[in-house]
């Protein structure tokens, strides 16, 4: 018998531990794309509500109707027309 097969072998050697690393990268698990737009949203929430943009219409958000919807912007991330689009006006037009 050969000495190789006697001795214990690892699992995984690095080489392959590596191969395996680069298809769990190079192949993510296929995802929507609307599903994919929410999770960047959701991601560079932070910077987007920094700058003052929409994370959902990607415009820049300077005009909303009170305090609450500042807030709101502030949480979500979203300008006045997408908070009113999501959530509705409260008084009807
Ligand atoms: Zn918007």
Known sequence: MAAWLTKPQPILSLDNALSLIGILIMKPAPKSES??????????REAFITDDVCVSCKTPAFYFRDDLSKKE???????????????????PV
């Open 35 to 44: 599903l994919n737009q929410f999770l960047n949203g959701v991601f560079n």
């Open 73 to 91: 912007f502030s949480l979500s991330g979203l300008c006045q027309i997408c908070q009113d689009e999501v959530f509705g006006t409260e008084e």
